[in-house]
């Protein structure tokens, strides 16, 4: 059976077409012009419909394509972007690379990062490229000599420090590590002559420790008619004082100065004082020196009673001696230290007789003599 809708053959018995859903018309078919015409226009519309399907499929197609180039575009593009985004990236990765390497700031900066994390290799690499930006700089050539000390080069770290600080004299941390080596060599001789040759006050200042001064002397240089005791004030704690008393240069091997007993000028003649001192660290002062003469006085004449005279009774005759001093006496003859020793009165003899006296003092001058005339007539 066919359907007079769309024409689909089917079996008998149906009731519905199972293609378009029309009824079943069960009536005899015949091929009137009403049906030709109205099978045309089935055909015609199936031909539509297939010619829409068929344009579709087409549009779907081109949809496709046109969806395909599209993404192939993009993917093209998205490529000439990341190429260009690598380009762009790798110029500014140069500038910024160049920028750096040609900064002493920022090669110094991680220098000092890499010292930091004791990464001494790289951080003398940085350090080398900024000392080719800046050659001068202390600060540069401090950090270079650290890690030549904690590579052990000394020799090296001495000629840097040396180097920075005649080309940054007033560089206060180029003179603190230079000290500091100076101080593990043992070297105070060097770091005296740093010291005396730094102009700067706040340096010193700040280096005070490594600085001796010399001591005040009591006694000013001069001539001297008495004994005479020197001592030295102004002395900081641990400082020791060596001298000589002969004029020749001092140093640790000298006489060591004890403040209890001082310096005794206790015999004639002449003395040149020359005496260094060394603080706690062991670093010496310049060296200082005074010039004495002790030239003893001789003591005035002793005093002699009574008086020269005529005498009718004896008299005790005396001499006046001073605490220092010890007299000695004689009759009618001239009166040495080996005379005999004055240790009381002494009873006047009779008849004309001379006495004569002198003193020795304690430093074994002799005064001229004294003498009285005396007759007594008994």
Sequence with gaps: MKCANCGTEFQDGKLFCPVCGEEVQWVPEYNTVETIIRQRELQEKALKEKKKKE????REKQRQEM?????????????CFVGAAAAFCAIAWFAIYQTQYNSFDIQMA????????????????YLERALELQPNNAEANILQAKIYLVNGEEEKALATLLAAIETSPDSVSAYGELLRLYEKQENYSAIKELMDSCIYSNIKERYAPYICSLPVVSLDGGVYEKKQTIHFTAMENGTRIYYTLDGTIPDENSTLYNENLGISLDEEGDYILKYIAYNAKGIPSDI????????????????????SGQYEYARTIQVFVPSECTAYYAFDETVTTNSTKYTGP?????????????????????????????????
Excluded at 55 to 58: A, D, V
Excluded at 67 to 79: D, E, G, H, V
Excluded at 289 to 307: C, H, L, V
Excluded at 355 to 378: I, W
């Design 55 to 58: 344009e579709q499929l087409q």
């Design 67 to 79: 969806a395909r180039k599209k993404k192939k575009r993009k993917k093209i593009l998205f490529s």
């Design 110 to 125: 991680q220098a000092e990062s890499e010292f930091s994390n004791k990464d001494y290799k790289h951080a003398m690499k």
């Design 288 to 307: 200082g020196t005074e010039s004495y003469t002790i030239a003893f006085k001789e003591p005035n004449a002793p005093r002699i009673t009574p008086a």
């Design 346 to 378: 002494v009873q006047m003899p009779s008849g004309e007789h001379i006495f004569s006296a002198v003193l020795v003092d304690e430093n074994g001058k002799v005064s001229s003599p004294a003498s009285a005339t005396y007759v007594l007539y008994e």
